[in-house]
């Protein structure tokens, strides 16, 4: 009989541990995995950070089912970066290790998405000192037509000729981006070619992703206009790795919750692609009546409900879709009425001598 009353009673507290955990512990720890992740970032205080819980048995296990963070500006390894998007399914911490004190350490990551844009200028500072080192000073960066192009003064006594070395942004398939010299245009002067094709090539990274809790493939880089984008995703990781994505078949816009589903997966393509996808699901929302801006926005918020935070970013991109659509339709219609009136106002006169 005392043994099974204590079976019982360890039942009963083993239950109310479970449940004073997963209702009042672990909301602690969103928070601060919230906080970890907008210090690893360096984020500003209007960048967005969400965190979705998962089940109770999740919380234990110091499992999250979603994280997603968009800044303007943010921090990644060192470099000063824009416009960043990072989401990633199935994030777990070392739950224990937090609860004892310690930071929230992040243990793995499953299926994640990121992409952001670095601008001339943080790489000028950053390759700045590593080139004056060098003899190398001054330097000035150009980013345009699928190349960079970097050049600097090269201090050897009285002759300060500028040398420029051109080459393409590129992954090394460990995560990190580099630039590649090629082309070396030299002002004027009689150098040793082989000293300035060694100090270009060994320039420190444009950015290191492999710091990420990511097996990270680097998707596509593009070098243009000023800025080099980049995109990257990859496989889960760590103890995430254990929950395999849910791939799924496309899901129907009719289905309650069909446009969550189709968010989760547009989420994770880059920009220019994502843009596509949602021009093609305005479309689909069209051919269902849904087409103003109005009615697009109030559809969503329904089929959203309870994931408005984690997907207003995209909302807010599925809105400017629509808008530039409305008005590109709207444009076409006032050129084609302005047309008629020109046509019926100076008819026709090529018959006449």
């Not at 000035?140 to 070395?165: C, H, M």
């Not at 219609?333 to 046509?343: G, I, P, T, V």
């Amino acid at each position: 009989m005392d043994c099974c009353l204590k079976k019982v009673w360890g039942c009963v507290l083993a239950l109310a541990l479970f449940f004073v955990f997963s209702q009042f512990i672990f909301p602690g720890l969103v928070s601060r995995l919230e906080q970890t992740v907008r210090d690893e970032f360096q984020l500003e205080k209007d960048a967005v950070v969400a965190v979705r819980q998962g089940s109770a048995f999740d919380a234990v296990q110091g499992r999250f089912r979603f994280l997603m963070l968009k800044a303007d500006a943010a921090v990644i390894d060192g470099l000063p970066v824009e416009d960043l998007l990072l989401r990633s399914d199935d994030v777990t911490i070392d739950v224990w290790r937090s609860l004892t004190g310690g930071d929230v350490e992040i243990t793995g990551m499953g299926r994640s998405f990121i992409e952001f844009r670095v601008a001339e200028q943080p790489l000028v500072d950053r390759w700045a000192p590593e080139l004056a080192s060098k003899n190398l000073q001054k330097p000035e960066l150009t980013l345009d037509d699928g190349l960079a192009k970097v050049s600097a003064v090269f201090s050897i006594g009285p002759l300060e000729p500028r040398v420029a070395v051109s080459g393409k942004i590129e992954p090394t398939g460990d995560g990190e981006v580099r630039f590649s010299a090629s082309n070396i245009e030299i002002a004027g002067a009689d150098i040793n070619m082989s000293a300035i094709s060694s100090a270009f090539k060994t320039l420190d990274p444009v950015v290191d992703l492999g710091q990420l809790q990511l097996d990270v493939n680097i998707s596509k880089i593009t070098v243009d206009d000023g800025y080099i984008y980049i995109a990257a995703d990859s496989t889960a990781t760590g103890t995430a790795a254990s929950q395999p994505a849910d791939e799924g078949n496309e899901a129907e816009l009719n289905e309650q919750g069909g446009l969550l589903e189709r968010f989760k997966k547009i989420s994770q393509v880059d920009h220019e692609e994502r843009v596509q996808q949602l021009e093609q699901l305005y479309e689909e929302l069209k051919q269902q009546g849904v087409s103003t801006a109005e009615q697009v926005r109030e559809y969503a918020q329904r089929q959203l409900a309870g994931w408005e935070d984690e997907y207003h970013w995209l909302l807010e991109e599925l809105n400017r879709v629509v808008e530039d659509q409305i008005a590109a339709l709207e444009a076409g219609e006032d050129k084609a009425e302005s047309d008629e009136q020109n046509a019926e106002q100076d008819p026709d006169t090529s018959g006449e001598e």
